[in-house]
């Protein structure tokens, strides 16, 4: 069991103006599964690298199992990259792909034989072995990427978009896949990607990196509903973001004074609220309690599960996932109540 | 048409397809063999030639057998065995030369993106643009200065002008398919960089620039202006040596040298085929 501790960890690349990776701190918890989640550019595929070795970090540190890795090359770190497009070695078999690891440390024949074995049976790709990479599809290259990392052992897993090359349902079965060999295995894993959804679906911890920082990290779901900042807020897709004053648990916005649940955090100048959670009642409706405004609808837009309304509150815009059988009452003009509810409203800071 | 109609339909279907493969596989066969004749025939008279002596207007077929013009090739006081070894040296000194300068430089351009890629690939082709007589012109009175004028090391040197270009261009070919990351995940995987280089680098490069260097061996091998120049006469090599006897009218031992200067094409034509042919089948249809 290994954990991986980044210390102001601090990557500038030669001739850029602005670090890549900024002073990061970051705990990878050993045996879980961190998804590092960012829009492409924010510097999360450089951490994966200052991690493994690949590159020197400009200041800071990594930790691998409490050891400094200053002076560790990347092949004796026991952290294993498994990158976007499965980066198979085109001139071996299947079963040479996955044996790599096993050969480079001198293991027996025999041994790699046999764990190699083991490993295309974890994946589910028993009887590829004399395949070359090249007459197998994507999903396929991708589980065996997954059994070539997973065979020498490897202390820390380090994922670099392993999925975003892959159709949609192979993701999801891919997806699976990691986690249970994750689980299964107990390998302290950093799951680089830029997808939302798969961000907070598989992680035990969640950390959102924006311009080369951590923006915030913790719970899938704490992260997900309660956004720190509105920079976070806006990249988990919440466009409904109010700027705000506080006075204890009121926060003066537009849209007049809105009861908080709890205290805002210290230097919080908005409020925001997840799309999903706004409630919609006809104009004329019974409205008991506070937080509600009258509002107009603009535009409905279907999207299979849901429907995506927006509604004008005058000044502010406002969009709401609403189900089908509410949506099929409204229509583009029509005038509604809006519910914004205290425990859904949530603070956040610049 | 029913269900029925299609499912009987099928085997004729089936029939008609393997004929119309058996007659394109025909076809082929019928061009290949076309092309290799069209590519040996014309050696025909020369192979005959070689062992001729005075085979003249209007005989149809040689005289009589003579095998004079190889003993010339074989003795030591023609100079051909001691040419033919200057120009496999200098051949393949000139190879080595070239992909020490042309490799890293293929590895630059297929890698990297930088500002003016464009203008350097033209640039790596201009000798190829430019008769390479008028820069070797230029270069002459510099390797007078420096000595290098009528020696071997000189026209090895030169060589480089025309041998440069292709052994850049393969290899930045062979580069722009390559995808550094591999190397990444190799050393994670626990390989040191000299086993990344053994193991993972060199086998996955190694086709191409074997490719690369045959060209490269080629070209000095066949080059006969640059050698006369530079060399002034004094290097003889083998297109050298084959001029003197064409110009002597030796016709015969012409011939006979002919025939040994075309031999390593031969050797590297089959050579390249078989690399490609692994690499293609390693890589797959449409593979990276």
């Not at chain 2, 090739?73 to 000139?94: D, F, N, Y």
């Not at chain 2, 500002?115 to 390797?143: D, N, Q, S, Y």
């Not at chain 2, 680098?201 to 091998?221: I, Q, R």
Request: glycine residues 10%; contains cysteine; aromatic residues 4%.
């Amino acid at each position: 069991m290994t954990d991986v501790v980044l210390e102001g960890l601090t990557k500038t690349y030669a001739g850029a103006s602005a670090a890549a990776v900024a002073a990061v701190d970051l705990v990878l918890a050993s045996g879980t599964l961190t998804t590092l989640v960012g829009p492409s550019g924010c510097g999360k595929s450089t951490v994966l690298k200052l991690i493994a070795g690949l590159l020197p970090p400009s200041a800071g540190r990594v930790l691998i199992g409490g050891r400094s890795m200053a002076d560790v090359p990347p092949e004796r770190r026991g952290a294993v990259l498994m990158g976007q497009d499965h980066g198979l070695f085109p001139h071996m078999t299947v079963e040479a792909n996955v044996g790599f690891g096993l050969r480079m440390r001198g293991v027996d024949p025999a041994a790699i034989r046999r764990r190699a074995g083991e490993m295309l049976d974890l994946v589910r790709l028993s009887g590829f072995e004399t395949r070359r990479p090249s007459a197998l599809s994507g999903g396929q290259a991708q589980r065996v990427a997954l059994a070539r990392a997973l065979v020498v052992d490897p202390a820390v897993l380090l994922l670099d978009e392993p999925l975003s090359d892959l159709d949609p349902e192979l993701r999801l079965e891919m997806r699976d896949l990691i986690r249970s060999a994750q689980r299964a295995t107990g390998i302290t894993t950093l799951f680089v990607t830029h997808d939302r959804e798969e961000a907070v679906a598989v992680a035990d911890r969640t950390a959102v990196m924006l311009a080369g920082r951590i923006a915030q990290q913790g719970r899938p779901d704490a992260v997900f509903e309660r956004p720190a900042t509105r920079a976070v807020a806006a990249f988990f897709g919440i466009g409904n973001i109010l700027d705000a004053r506080f006075d204890g648990r009121t926060a003066v916005t537009a849209l007049g004074c809105l009861a908080l649940a709890a205290d805002p955090p210290p230097g919080a100048d908005a409020v925001v609220i997840r799309p999903e959670r706004i409630g919609v009642a006809a104009e004329g409706a019974a409205a008991s309690g506070g937080n509600r405004c009258a509002a107009t609808v603009v535009d409905l837009g279907y999207r299979g599960t849901h429907v995506v309304a927006t509604f004008r509150a005058d000044p502010v815009t406002l969009t709401a996932a609403i189900s089908s059988p509410i949506a099929a009452g409204l229509q583009p003009g029509d005038r509604v109540r809006l519910h914004l509810p205290a425990e859904a409203l949530h603070p956040v800071t610049d | 048409m029913s269900a029925v109609d299609l499912a009987a339909t099928k085997p004729a279907d089936v029939a008609a397809r393997t004929g119309r493969t058996g007659i394109r596989a025909r076809t082929a066969r019928i061009a290949t063999g076309a092309l290799i004749a069209l590519l040996l025939l014309p050696f025909v008279p020369v192979l005959l030639w070689s062992v001729t002596r005075g085979w003249f207007y209007p005989a149809i077929l040689p005289p009589a057998l003579d095998l004079a013009a190889w003993g010339v090739v074989g003795s030591p006081e023609s100079g051909i065995p001691a040419a033919v070894l200057r120009s496999v040296g200098i051949a393949l000194g000139a190879t080595v030369l070239s992909m020490l300068i042309g490799v890293p430089a293929g590895r630059a351009l297929g890698l990297h993106a930088f500002p003016g890629r464009r203008w350097v690939e033209a640039l790596v082709l201009a000798p190829l643009v430019v008769p390479p007589l008028a820069v070797a012109m230029g270069l002459h009175a510099v390797f007078l200065r420096l000595g290098l004028a009528g020696t071997a090391t000189g026209v090895m040197i030169v060589h480089l002008i025309p041998t440069l270009p292709y052994v850049v261009l393969v290899s930045a070919s062979v580069f722009s398919r390559f995808d550094p990351r591999v190397e990444d995940q190799a050393r994670t995987l626990g390989a040191s960089r000299l086993q990344v280089l053994r193991h993972v680098t060199v086998p996955m490069l190694a086709p191409g620039l074997a490719v690369a260097a045959l060209f490269a061996f080629l070209v000095s091998w066949s080059q006969y202006g640059l050698t006369l120049l530079v060399g002034g006469g004094q290097v003889p090599t083998m297109p050298l040596i084959l001029n003197q006897y064409v110009t002597a009218g030796r016709s015969d031992v012409a011939a006979a040298i002919a025939l040994l200067t075309v031999l390593p094409g031969l050797v590297a034509l089959v050579l390249s085929a078989r690399i490609l042919a692994r690499a293609s089948r390693r890589d797959g249809e449409g593979g990276r």
